[in-house]
């Protein structure tokens, strides 16, 4: 466990190096360090301005919120799969992720400022995630595990629909392409001002999960058995559906909807770790923070023009759906 | 007899307008082992939902150690009560170790982890029952009979004065069989626990319960002593099956007439 955090962290630590290097404007990954560790101590500046302003404006804070947004999606997927036992669950799945974007572009539209945005990225994830819930409940009669999926399916459709309806109505020329490019998603606008204000609410809940992980693992017995254990399940629940909720809010808040990471890289992290979220949970977040990194710099590298995230995570995303709904026998128990 | 555990009065239970249990009433007592018998359906797993808190009874009361039921945290309740469920298939892939360090999950504080000690004990509940080996296997790899030594490997971290088994010998074979019950008479006799259990194969509950309970449609027919409440008339009339109960070296066995 301790080897794979540490072969993980120094991977993440040098595909931060390169990742502020490539771009447009490149930057030896040499400098890039120098000029890091500048801001630790003095150290003789033999490199333009020009390098710094684009690290510490550009490339810096959206190498943080790349990491942020893949750390904090992967994790929420591993505790949302754990406590509805499913695999195939992720805060995309679960609708969150729409009906966030719902929350966002109705806030776009009305031009309201970052807290009431934030709210309302809040409110709508929390509107869809509840929505999901109630009808993928289990009704004792066979298996929910489609049922949920296809829940979240169905509620993500209500809210991709809404969505449309709000496109249709947004201003062509001001408002339509914020709308569309930020639902795609996309790292591209993410400040350092951006990112400072919505830092807190995401360490907070990246945090609480942590605090929570082994309790999890609790829910993933199913309802009677955690509360043979002394479980208060609703309790639980609704702890881990709040702070799953708030964190992948946050990321919507920073970057749009980016679907197809969490389930991606939570399948695979509990393929190394195992179950046992007091591992899972920190693996997921540094993969997750390594994926999205990863798929961050091909976006602004493959092309001239630079790829929304959220096209090349599903090119990725959806084959490995397939792959876990074929391994985990759909259906059946 | 002995110290009073659980006493339920009454229960009713209704699931969608079908009456499910009628009136059942029982004791349950330290160091015991209780039988609960009948068909498919007479709401056997009903009566455990109920005396395990799971769901609420429609009527009647229960009290564990003097105290209402539903006056209990779940937290507390659990940690005077466990529970082996029937047998599952996870749906991820926990060790061994995991799933019986589950059984502290009453006893920690707050969001807390269990700690190395909690750890040594649960190794120690797995070496109690000869289970050591399986410490790293995967829960969802081992069998039937190991899987259920498993579970009272967590119910035995758990700590509690009784403990409920749903069909414990379900899906086992001979041996296993054999072996899970006298883990539960151990149970009784050494920790002093009160075991209840549901069992299908009235032997079991003629050799190693302490009482039997016999339900049909919801309604106890018959409570007491095995060898009193397990008879051919009770046979007959709450499975509809014609057998006898023969002695073979001092102990009772049902035999089932052939009706070919």
Known sequence: ?333 | MHNKIMEAEDISFSYGGRHVLKNISLNIHAGEVLSILGPNGAGKTTLLNCLLNFVKPVGGRIKLKGKPAEEYKRRDFCRIVSFVPQMHRPVFDYTVEEIVLMGKNPHLEGCAAPSKKDRAEALAALAELNIEHLRDARYTKISGGELRLALIARAIVQATEMIFLDEPAAHLDLKNQIDIMGVIRDLAAVRKMAAVMVVHDPDHALAYSDRALLLKDGRSVAAGAPSETITSENLMSVYGVDAAIIEFEGRKKVMIRNKI
């Open chain 1, 1 to 333: 466990m301790k080897k794979t955090v540490l072969i993980l962290s120094l991977a993440l630590a040098a595909l931060c190096v390169i990742s502020i290097s490539i771009g447009r404007y490149q930057i030896p990954p040499a400098t890039v360090i120098k000029i890091i560790a500048a801001k630790f101590a003095a150290c003789e500046r033999d490199w333009p301005e020009r390098m710094e302003t684009v690290i510490w404006s550009i490339r810096f804070p959206r190498v943080i919120a790349a990491m942020a947004v893949g750390a904090g999606l992967s994790m929420s997927a591993a505790v949302l799969q754990s406590m509805f036992q499913n695999p195939l669950v992720s805060p995309f799945i679960l609708g969150v992720s729409s009906g966030a974007g719902f929350g966002a572009a109705v806030a776009i539209l009305l031009e309201m400022n970052r807290l009431a945005l934030y709210l309302m990225v809040f409110a709508g994830g929390a509107v869809a995630v509840t929505l999901s819930c109630l009808l993928g409940k289990e009704n004792g009669r066979g298996n929910s595990k489609i049922t949920l999926v296809l829940s979240g399916v169905i509620v993500g459709g209500f809210f991709s629909s809404l969505i449309s309806a709000l496109k249709y109505m947004a201003d062509p020329y001001t408002k339509l392409p914020e709308i569309v490019f930020w639902l795609m998603g996309s790292l591209a606008y993410v400040t350092g001002e951006n990112l400072l204000w919505i830092s807190p609410i995401i360490i907070f809940p990246m945090a609480a999960l942590y605090f929570y992980s082994w309790k999890f693992n609790i829910l993933a017995l199913g309802e009677y058995e955690a509360k043979s254990l002394g479980e208060d399940t609703e309790r639980l629940k609704m702890i881990g559906i709040v702070f799953t909720t708030m964190l992948v809010s946050a990321t919507v808040a920073l970057s749009g909807v980016i679907g197809w990471v969490g389930l991606v890289v939570a399948n695979s992290a509990r393929m190394v770790t195992g179950p046992n979220l007091v591992r899972l949970v920190p693996v997921s977040a540094l993969a997750g923070a390594i994926y999205l990194l990863l798929i961050d710099d091909m976006a602004r590298s493959l092309a001239s023009v630079e790829i929304p995230l959220g096209i090349l995570t599903s090119l990725a995303g959806a084959p490995v759906f397939i792959y876990i709904l074929k391994k985990s026998g759909g259906d059946k128990q």
